[in-house]
């Protein structure tokens, strides 16, 4: 399976970014997804992940209420949508995708990741 995210960039305190995740080489819909991010000097952290249908999603805490995860299994396409950004939210953004049918908040448990999308949050 190969995962190119999309959408990162520069923006302002308070705006929004909506990422995207394009996989291809297997069936979309048999995987279930995530997205993580790493910031400087940090480990890398969940953000939120979708099961293979769309039916059930979890996001963390740190960003409850503000991210929002979906996919389009037609368009092999997995989004977060990113409202109200904060500096701590810059961060490189992953995509992971998992042999599975739903998902995981651990990163060992993803088989295939994106390359990542720089979201930098200037305050």
């Known amino acids: 399976v190969q995962l190119q995210a999309s959408g990162g960039g520069l923006v302002q305190t308070g705006g929004s970014l909506r990422l995207s995740c394009a996989a291809s080489g297997r069936t979309f819909s048999n995987l279930a997804m995530g997205w993580f991010r790493q910031a400087p000097g940090k480990e890398r952290a969940f953000v939120a992940g979708i099961n293979w249908r769309g039916s059930s999603t979890f996001t963390a805490d740190s960003v409850k209420g503000r991210f929002t995860i979906s996919r389009d299994n037609a368009k092999n396409t997995v989004y977060l949508q990113m409202n109200n950004l904060k500096p701590e939210d810059t961060a490189l953004y992953y995509c992971?995708?998992?042999?599975?049918?739903?998902?995981?908040?651990?990163?060992?448990?993803?088989?295939?990741w994106g390359q990542g999308t720089q979201v930098t949050v200037s305050s």
């Open positions: 992971a995708a998992a042999s599975s049918n739903h998902y995981y908040t651990l990163g060992s448990r993803y088989d295939y």
